[in-house]
């Protein structure tokens, strides 16, 4: 069996589930800086213990650690989410009047994104973004599908009231 | 439509009905933009490659990574069963009495932790136990022993026929198949036979011959005929003496056409075959022929 403590284990663990731990944190706390130290201290604690730690547990291990690291400590800060461009760029032929309106309901999101409860906010972005599936975060959080099924409800319809003014 | 519906269908769990439903609801246009709009969003930029580098270079290289203990652990659980042994082993070897035997024509001389001291007959065994010496004086016996024992405690000797206790003086115990007899040289001995206790004095013997008690000789002496060299009986059966005869000369006695229930009085010699031979012939009216080590007893009247 592969061990953790090999280095091409450890490193291709540490490539499968940096970016999804450090966007993890990042949703819950807003907080970039703290995102990158909880990545690292997530892999240091792995890599300290790879001796007791199946690869197929490491997943679960790191998220756990990232997640334990900032329990209470930090205040969630506002959420700053990039917007792709891209197909932007792709669709030059969109009117100004289109392009003008997709800026402020992106910035309209932006707001109701931050005024969602973390929890909410932090599944809806799993799954919005890094294309998580329910049962995956889930497990990362530690709870039911059907609870990370109620939050994604009512993160829909909190955003929606909020971007529509209802 | 069901329970956390809009869940549902972002995740497209919706069935066909459901979703009809839900696209003709008035809210519909709202959540299809959401939808395509999150499906847009980007999370800051992270580089797995920078964030792995800085991982080996500033916390893996100095980390003390966690070292299983298996190896040693598996190799304490074998010190230990090892250990475990050795120990029983040295308490069990050290429990084991000490034994001292004696072979056919053979004596040997056994002093005791307290300079008690046991003369060993022909065909004997003794076992004590060296550790418990001081808290318990106890010898068994088998076969015949002469004994001067050291004052002190009470000491025993255990036989299959019965028990001999005393505190301190000089007696011989024979302990042979249907034989024991008890004497007592010096001082005092207890004799316990078939839960009975028979207190010997100086110069008295204890007999039992086949389970009964017999009135035995008084003995000649302070030592046992048997350490000067010599086995002398005082109304013995003839099957004994010849037996008796066998384990100093270490030869096979049969006979033919004799009584050996006859009782017989006499002594023979130790060290010599031809003269013991005759000194047990001549009173019982007996022949003997030897040859090699075995020795045929006959009646004299008896034709060869």
């Given amino acids: 069996m592969s061990n953790v403590c090999e280095d091409h284990v450890f490193s291709k663990v540490f490539k499968t589930h940096s970016k999804t731990v450090f966007n993890y944190i990042f949703y819950k706390f ?27 547990k490491a997943k679960s291990y790191v998220y756990t650690v990232a997640n334990n690291l ?11 989410l990039k917007h792709a461009d891209r197909h ?17 309901y992106k910035e309209k999101l932006d707001n109701a994104l931050n005024a969602l409860p973390e929890n909410q906010r932090t599944t809806f972005l799993l799954n919005r973004i890094d294309g998580k599936k329910y049962a995956e975060i889930a497990e990362m959080e530690g709870v039911s599908v059907k609870a990370i099924e109620k939050r994604m409800h009512l993160a829909l319809k909190s955003l929606r009231e909020r971007i529509d003014g209802i | 439509m069901q329970e956390n519906h809009l869940a549902k269908w972002l ?29 847009k969003l980007m999370a800051p930029d992270f580089d797995t490659e920078k964030a792995l580098k800085r991982l080996k270079d500033e916390h893996i290289a100095n980390a003390p990574k966690v070292i299983s203990l298996n190896p040693f652990k598996k190799f304490l659980r074998v010190a230990a069963v090892i250990a475990v042994l050795l120990t029983g082993t040295y308490f069990y070897v050290s429990t084991l ?12 001389e056994v002093v005791l932790p307290d300079d008690s001291e046991i003369f060993l007959n022909a065909d004997s065994q003794i076992a004590y ?44 115990v024979e302990n042979r198949k249907g034989f024991f007899e008890v004497t007592c040289y010096e001082g005092l001995v207890s004799v316990t036979h078939n839960n009975e206790e028979i207190k010997l004095p100086a110069g008295n013997s204890f007999l039992v011959i086949n389970g ?14 048997w350490m000067n060299n010599e086995s002398s009986f005082e109304s013995i059966p003839l099957k004994y003496v010849l037996s008796e005869l066998e384990r100093q000369f270490n030869i096979k006695v049969s006979t033919k056409n004799i009584d050996t229930n006859l009782l017989f009085t006499g002594s023979f010699n130790n060290t010599d075959l031809n003269m013991s031979l005759k000194s047990i012939s001549t009173p019982s009216k007996t022949r003997f022929t030897i040859d090699g080590d075995n020795v045929l007893f006959y009646a004299g009247n008896t034709q060869q």
């Fill in chain 2, 212 to 225: 009964k008690i017999v009135s035995a000789r008084k003995p000649n002496g302070t030592l046992p005929s």
């Fill in chain 1, 70 to 80: 900032y329990l209470n400590v930090i205040k969630a800060e506002k959420v700053r």
């Fill in chain 2, 97 to 108: 009495n000490d034994k001292v035997a004696t072979e056919f024509a053979e004596r040997s």
């Fill in chain 2, 11 to 39: 995740s497209g769990e919706l069935s066909d009905e459901e979703l009809r439903e839900f696209e003709n609801s008035e809210a519909f246009p709202s959540y299809q933009k959401l939808k395509e709009i999150s499906s």
């Fill in chain 1, 30 to 56: 807003g907080n970039e800086e703290k995102a990158h130290d909880a990545v690292q201290e997530a892999f240091v604690k792995l890599w300290q213990n790879c001796a007791t730690v199946s690869p197929e």
């Fill in chain 1, 88 to 104: 932007v760029m792709d669709r030059t032929n969109e009117s100004p009047e289109f392009l003008m309106e997709e800026k402020e």
């Fill in chain 2, 129 to 172: 136990s060296k550790k418990n010496w001081d808290h318990k004086r106890n010898v068994d016996l088998k076969g015949e022993a002469f004994f001067k024992v050291a004052k002190g405690k009470k000491f025993t000797v255990s036989t299959d026929h019965g028990t001999v206790a005393v505190l301190g003086t000089q007696f011989n």
